[in-house]
């Protein structure tokens, strides 16, 4: 057995991860914090939901090793794998023509044997999973009949129904509107700090990752270049060296975590300015935000 991480459950080791001949992560350390929720941003295609993949055991590494409980997640029975690690991949497939209530009791399957198909705790965790994500009501309705946003629920519904202590989120938020994204990451911290879940969640909105998250990753070209808590890493040099923008970063007025602001936007008075007036305006953003940071 291999020694696990102190205070982490879910670990990488020296990961690398390709795909076929193409690299994606390289020698990538990761210890995800127990108890809190950790989320990963990067630009596109930085090995965010590769990562996530082989947390999950979706994509054998390369080299390296994932852990779960100290040991390698890759000689772990995959029933004993499913009632600690719940997965919820980024582009999902449901069977043709199943009911959302059919495909969230899915979610329940680890827990069931030939001697027991179905327990009143399956009909509570299957009920307490719909109910919390708004889906009660499209019970019987045809998961391929409903619109991105209906799916994407019912999906986190079948995750949540499995009822596992650690949860991996990829883009969880993909095709809602503002209000069900806001719904659906305040699920996700109370199921963290009703319920003690650990979550590991992939994100593109770099202001909704410094709200939520507990312990925040930042990745580029398939490399961590920092994580840790969202108001000790988010800077404007982290801004311009992940995603290659200029920023100011400021108190969300609301949370008092960082918002990243971006830089002025273009219009056609910038563009009769040239070059050396758009780097006056990119300047004088930053002085004025630097300033609003400091107050």
Known sequence: MTERAQGSRLA???LTLAYEDRTVVEGLDLAVPDGEVTIVIGPNACGKSTLLRAL???LKPARGTVLLDGEDL???P????AKSL?????TPVAPEAITVADLVARGRQPHQRWWQQWSEDDERAVADAMARTDTTALAERA???LSGGQRQRVWIAMAL????DLLLLDEPTTYLDIAHQVEVLDLVRRLNRERGRTVVAVLHDLNQAARYADHLVAMKAGRIVAQGRPADIVTADLVREVFGLQSVVVPDPVTGSPLVVPGRPWDTDAEDVGAEGAGA???????????AAAV
């Open 12 to 14: 990488a080791r020296d």
């Open 56 to 58: 999950g055991r979706l």
């Open 74 to 76: 890759a000689r772990i």
């Open 78 to 81: 995959t029933r004993t794998i």
């Open 86 to 90: 719940g997965l919820l991949p980024q």
């Open 143 to 145: 998961v391929d009949e």
């Open 161 to 164: 129904a499995q009822e596992t």
């Open 281 to 291: 305006a990119a300047e004088d953003v930053g002085a004025e935000g630097a300033g």
